[in-house]
């Protein structure tokens, strides 16, 4: 069983930054790709931003230029660099991994970006 366990929300203000992490854990498995995405009440769960085991990257159209996404050498950590938070930013980000063609969920992490 994978568990994705994610770390880094919380309080920011308009132009600051925050690190979001998310490390898969359980018995011995590959991590095909991760990535994060949002939601907001009332609207559906957006991608933010993904990254395959080889590095290739895709970004939603919102972010680009401002959120970065990376992995560990060990391909089990994903982390979000976001700056140049704004207000639209708030939302629950959640990590998403694919290990041999299943999608797993982290539990989400609130992001709070106040003026």
């Known amino acids: 069983q994978v568990q994705l366990v994610e770390s880094g929300g919380g309080l920011a203000q308009v132009g600051g930054s925050l690190t979001l992490s998310c490390t898969a854990s359980g018995s011995n498995f590959v991590v095909s790709s991760m990535g994060w995405h949002r939601q907001v009440p009332g609207k559906e769960r957006e991608l933010v931003a993904g990254?395959?085991?080889?590095?290739?990257?895709v970004y939603g159209d919102a972010v680009k230029g401002r959120f970065s996404i990376s992995r560990d050498r060990t391909l089990k950590t994903a982390y979000l660099q976001m700056n140049s938070l704004e207000p639209e930013d708030s939302a629950v980000y959640y990590c998403?991994?694919?290990?041999?063609?299943?999608?797993?969920w982290g539990q989400g992490t609130q992001v709070t970006v106040s003026s």
């Open positions: 998403r991994a694919v290990v041999y063609g299943n999608v797993y």
């Open positions: 990254i395959t085991g080889g590095g290739t990257t």
